[in-house]
Structure formats: C-alpha cells, structure tokens
C-alpha cells in the first residue's frame, strides 16, 4: 500500500483485508477538484490489483461524504480542456466497476451531484439516517456523470431516476434507504463502523467467486441469453480453481473454508 501524509487529498488504511480508502478534503466536504479525482482513481486501482485487499471502504473525512464537483475549479471550458477532465472522473468509476473487488460506501453527511454518482457507482451503500443525498446536477447547468446514467436507473428504475434528475431534492439517509439509493440505513456516526462489519464479511468470501460475481452483474441489463454463456464461462473457470476444492471439503468437513484466490 502507498504511503501518504495527512495533506493527501485521498487517504489509505488497511484493516486486516479491507482498504480503507478515504476522500480527504474536509474542508470543501470532499468535493472533488482535479487532484483528488486522479488521486482517487490511483488509489482504487492499487487497491483493485492488489491480491491481499479483498473489499474496500469508500468513505469521507470529516462530516461529509462528497460534496459533488468543487464548483471553486469550474468554469467554461472548450472539449480540448473539458474532456480530459470529465475522463478523469469516468476513471474513477471504472476502476470500482472493472476491478474485481467489490466497494463499499460508507455515507455520513452530505452526497450531491458526483458525490451521489460516486456512492451509487458502489457495490453497496451504507447510509446514515441523517445523511443528504441530492442529484444536483442541473442547479449548475450539467447533465450528470460519473455512471449515475446506468446505477441510478439500476437502482431505482428509470421512471424514478427521470424525476430525481429532472426535480432534485434533498433525501435523508432513511428516504433514499426507502427508494433503493442505499442498501441499509444506519444510525448516525456508524456507517464506517457498519460498513466495515460488511467489508469483513465479504473479505471472507472466495476472492475469484466475488470477482466473477461482479463481472457478470455488470454486463446488465443485457441480453438474458448471452448472460447464460458467460455464467457458464465463469462457472467453468471456478470449478478449477484451490478455492473451489476448498470449500467442498470445509463444507464435507463442517468448518469455515480459508479462500486464497487460487
């Protein structure tokens, strides 16, 4: 894992098996400029690549998650500057949906704009009941990004996704618990806490499993017979693998299998 001092703007912890990787500019809610989106792609694919990390936990410093883009950077920009900083942030995304580790966000506080796209581009979201959740993107004449065109509507439907970008508004933790933007609420002040408790279970899970489970959701919405050939692939590769072997004997045996991702 990459060393870094308390000025970066993404900070690294490791918890047994689980990376902690936490956006670090509490002093803008975490809002994302130019450096923190390309310190936290960084920061995803060593911990996506790196065999020892078998789940992540995405959270933010200080009382917010993610106050969207920082607005203090923006300004009108032609496509030859414009792009490259809207790929930056798409890399942030693909790194969490092409990597084989499953993310977990741990939301306190304010999620707007990307920072929602950023929670919702998450394996699992973890809320706290009085955390804020708002699309936002329209209020500064944007569309959206960061994949909030293909997790919002898997979350919640298109119909309902229209509306949430068509009429912002701000929803608790508990609202957007109701509306499938988050996968659990929790108290406030526990989501790290709560998030972590998942992230241990999961690290326990067999890592090539996990990483085949991720694939193949993500090629939904899809042709439902072209998913049948890749379960099949992905089957395939799994049954030859230590991790397999493993747990049919721990299952034979009555006791906890040990994955190694072999």
């Known amino acids: 894992m990459t060393e870094h001092t308390a000025e970066s703007p ?3 912890e490791d918890v047994g098996a689980v ?9 803008r809610r975490n809002a994302i400029d130019i450096p923190l989106r390309h310190a936290l792609a960084d920061r995803l694919e060593e911990a996506t690549a790196d065999a020892t990390v078998r789940a992540i936990v995405l959270t933010g410093a200080g ?3 993610c106050a969207g883009g920082d607005i203090s950077t923006m300004r009108r920009m032609d496509e030859s ?10 890399r942030v995304v693909r790194a969490i949906w092409q990597g084989g ?3 977990i966000a741990a939301v306190e506080g304010s999620a707007f704009g990307a920072g929602v796209s950023l929670a919702l581009a998450c394996d699992r979201v973890i809320a706290a009941e009085d955390a804020i959740f708002s699309t936002a993107f329209t209020g500064v004449g944007l569309a959206g990004d960061m994949g909030i065109f293909a997790s919002l509507p898997a979350r919640v439907g298109p119909a309902k996704a229209r509306q949430l970008m068509l009429l912002p508004t701000r929803l608790s933790g508990a609202e957007a618990a ?3 933007l988050s996968d659990v609420v929790v108290p406030s002040g526990t989501a790290l806490e ?8 999961i690290a326990a899970a067999p890592p090539l499993a996990i990483a085949a489970l991720k694939s193949l959701l993500a090629r939904w919405p899809g042709d439902p017979l072209a998913v049948l050939e890749h379960e099949v692939d992905a089957q395939v590769r ?13 299952f034979h045996e009555k006791r906890i299998p040990a994955f190694r991702g072999k």
Request: negative net charge; glycine residues 4%; contains cysteine.
């Open 194 to 201: 709560c998030a972590l408790a998942d992230a241990e279970r």
């Open 238 to 250: 799994l049954f030859d693998t230590e991790d397999f072997a493993e747990g049919v004997s721990a």
């Open 81 to 90: 500057e414009a792009r490259p900083r809207a790929q930056a942030a798409q």
């Open 178 to 180: 109701t509306l499938g």
């Open 19 to 27: 990376r902690i990787i936490t956006l670090n500019r509490p002093h």
């Open 10 to 12: 993404v900070l690294t």
């Open 101 to 103: 580790t499953p993310v």
């Open 63 to 65: 009382s917010a998650f």
